[in-house]
């Protein structure tokens, strides 16, 4: 009993689950990091391809099974109409408006685009982008009412 006299015990539980700003929070971070691998095997002249598990029922014996897929991820930069790149943030298929009336970043080469979004990245780690998330996931939800 010795040992545990030398522990600072606390009454701490472990939370069932995670606050809706967390999971969205989370989930974009996915996808960033999904889009700095791209922008990175791309620099390098390579592919990037995440692999995906797919369930399906087979015809025959009607048992579900599951199959190791390639995931496609689009990019979110592009070229914009002044002929610079610009980069896009993307909650499912809606574009985050990071200020008001403002879309996307101006990137001025396509080496900076990683950079662009470790910061973006910290940004929404630190909150910064919760009302945007949060109005994306409102209009999502809002196409599926009738």
Known sequence: ???????????????????QVEQRRNKLVKRIWEQIELAKAEQSGTTFSPVKFRSYADKETGVRKQVETNKRV???????????????????PKVLELAKGKFAVEVSNSSEIVNVLEIVKRAVLNGELDSAIDNAAKKLRDGFAK
């Open 1 to 19: 009993m010795n040992a545990l006299n030398t522990l600072k015990l606390v009454a701490a539980q472990k939370p069932t689950s995670l606050p």
């Open 74 to 92: 689009k990019a979110w930069w592009f070229t914009s109409e002044n002929g610079k790149l610009a980069l896009c943030v993307r909650f499912g």
